[in-house]
């Protein structure tokens, strides 16, 4: 079975600063996905960046980007130029992509971050 | 496209009573997830269907919970009885699972309190 876990339960950043979220994983598979959701007050989850494992080159999708270090099971995100309304929860999340549990998502215990102006 | 649509978005019900939890998927996405997070367990995922089939149940917590697709366009999980320990945000998600495309599309969830 695969686990997620996210060692920063809350984080605070000023605004326009950087901010990098941790997230580490334990699998025995060779090729899944990894993604950050995030979920503001609204309770929407929102697809915020994805990694395929095969992919050495790490995902970026406008001011997020992201670590994604296979070996160390690894998968950290930055927000660079923070904004307000990057204020959320942030779930780091594994897909198993063959076999059993084909589609599932596991998820991290999620980390609450805040923005301040 | 309207995206994942549940209903409904705010349900308060007693204890004992059955719970009728609704999703439209979105059309074309052949696998629908259903999903509960609280505050203690987080999120984790109850069941799931490919093509209108359930693959997998081994998340739904007991017998009271059941869930049903009955066609490509509507879901519905159902509680009976329901308890208060059932009181939770209740995720309905979506997905078109190809190699090109991975990740979810998530409802705005349901929250059902049970009191």
């Known amino acids: 079975a695969q686990t997620v876990t996210q060692s920063q339960p809350e984080m605070s950043v000023q605004e326009a600063e950087t901010v990098t979220l941790s997230c580490t994983y334990d699998?025995?598979?060779?090729?899944?996905?990894l993604f950050w959701y995030k979920q503001p007050p609204s309770r929407q989850m929102i697809l915020v960046i994805r990694?395929?494992?095969?992919?050495?080159q790490n995902a970026t999708e406008n001011r997020f980007s992201v670590n994604f270090q296979k070996a160390a099971k690894s998968f950290s995100l930055k927000i660079s130029d923070s904004q307000l309304g990057d204020t959320a929860m942030y779930f780091c999340?594994?897909?198993?992509?063959?076999?059993?549990?084909?589609?599932?998502?596991?998820f991290g215990q999620g980390t609450i971050l805040t923005v301040h102006p | 496209d309207a995206g994942v649509i549940q209903s409904p978005r705010h349900e308060v019900t007693e204890m004992g009573q059955e719970v009728t939890l609704r999703c439209k998927p979105i059309s074309g996405h052949d696998y629908l997830f259903w999903y509960r997070q609280t505050m203690m367990r987080g999120l984790e995922l109850l069941i799931y269907f490919n093509n209108n089939v359930p693959i997998d149940d081994s998340g739904m917590p007991e017998d009271r919970f059941s869930a049903k697709m009955p066609n490509a366009s509507f879901s519905t999980l159902k509680i009976q009885p329901s308890e208060p320990r059932d009181s939770a945000v209740y995720f309905c998600?979506?997905?078109?699972?190809?190699?090109?495309?991975?990740?979810?599309?998530f409802g705005s969830g349901t929250r059902l309190t049970v009191v």
């Open positions: 990694q395929e494992a095969y992919k050495q």
């Open positions: 699998t025995s598979e060779s090729n899944y996905y």
């Open positions: 999340a594994f897909m198993k992509l063959y076999g059993t549990s084909y589609g599932k998502l596991t």
């Open positions: 998600a979506s997905s078109l699972q190809t190699l090109s495309n991975y990740g979810y599309t």
